[in-house]
């Protein structure tokens, strides 16, 4: 995964922001990002390749929305960010993940 440290993406207060498999993080935040937050934008990233992208986008901003009415937060609960945290801390995670592990 290619990391990308600069002072424009994500906006101010964001650690990192996964675009297309390439990992936009904030300067500031360069010394928080650990071997777990990088597992957890991997794992995403093999969702986005699963869903060709442009699929895993609409269908993640499709849930967030749908799930700003229901209760619970909204960001946690989105499909995809479900199965990332529940899986970050596992680091050999993705050498026996199942594809489509998110549904």
């Known amino acids: 995964m290619k990391i990308i440290y600069n002072n424009i993406i994500p ?8 675009i297309c498999g390439i990992l936009f993080v904030r300067e500031e935040y ?3 990002l650990d071997d777990e937050a990088i597992n957890h934008e991997r794992i995403h990233t093999a969702q986005m390749k699963e869903l060709l992208y442009v699929g895993f986008y609409l269908l993640y901003v499709l849930e967030w929305f749908v799930r700003l009415f229901m209760k619970g937060n909204a ?3 989105i499909r995809f960010e479900r199965e990332a945290y529940e899986h970050e801390n596992d680091l050999s995670y993705l050498d026996n993940r199942k ?3 998110w549904k």
């Open 11 to 18: 906006f101010k207060g964001f650690l990192a922001i996964n």
């Open 30 to 32: 360069k010394s928080a």
């Open 75 to 77: 960001y946690r609960n």
């Open 99 to 101: 594809p489509y592990s």
